[in-house]
């Protein structure tokens, strides 16, 4: 995602705005202790969140942000925590090494089992089902 020129603080929510893109809204956010790239509704006031990443620094964030398209990446890279619902891109089709596979809670397949109770990959769900 192209950086805007100027990043302003949006004046009721604090949050600098990145441009729309892939039918969101994007914003950089200071946090208390991270910064949060969030993606939002395109509507009148744009919030709440639908899809957030913290980062540990804006440092860390703006880079994510320059290598994020939204168009075919379902998130930005290196993030340390996911908030909100889980994102697919319209196009993440284009980029299969990059969108893996993810249960409903977000969790990818190949690297940890889904801690989540009755989650077809969580291993005592899949224990009960044999
Ligand atoms: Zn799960």
Redesign the pocket.
């Known amino acids: 995602m192209k950086l805007p020129d100027v990043l302003t603080p949006d004046p009721d929510t604090g949050a600098y705005l990145l441009g729309e893109h892939a039918g969101s809204r994007w914003y950089l956010k200071q946090m208390i202790f991270t910064w949060r790239i969030v993606g939002c509704p395109i509507t009148e006031n744009g919030w709440p969140e639908e899809y957030a990443w913290d980062y540990p620094s804006h440092h860390v964030a703006l880079t994510a942000i320059t290598m994020f398209d939204p168009e075919t990446m379902n998130e930005p890279p290196g993030y340390v925590k996911r908030k909100g619902d889980v994102r697919k891109a319209p196009r993440s089709d284009d980029h299969p090494r990059y969108n893996r596979a993810r ?3 977000g ?1 990818y397949q190949a690297d940890r089992d ?1 801690p ?1 109770p009755g ?1 077809p ?2 291993p005592h769900t899949r224990q009960e089902q044999q």
Do not use: G
Request: glycine share 0%; hydrophobic share 20%; net charge neutral.
């Open positions: 249960c409903l809670h969790h889904c989540w989650c990959t969580n």
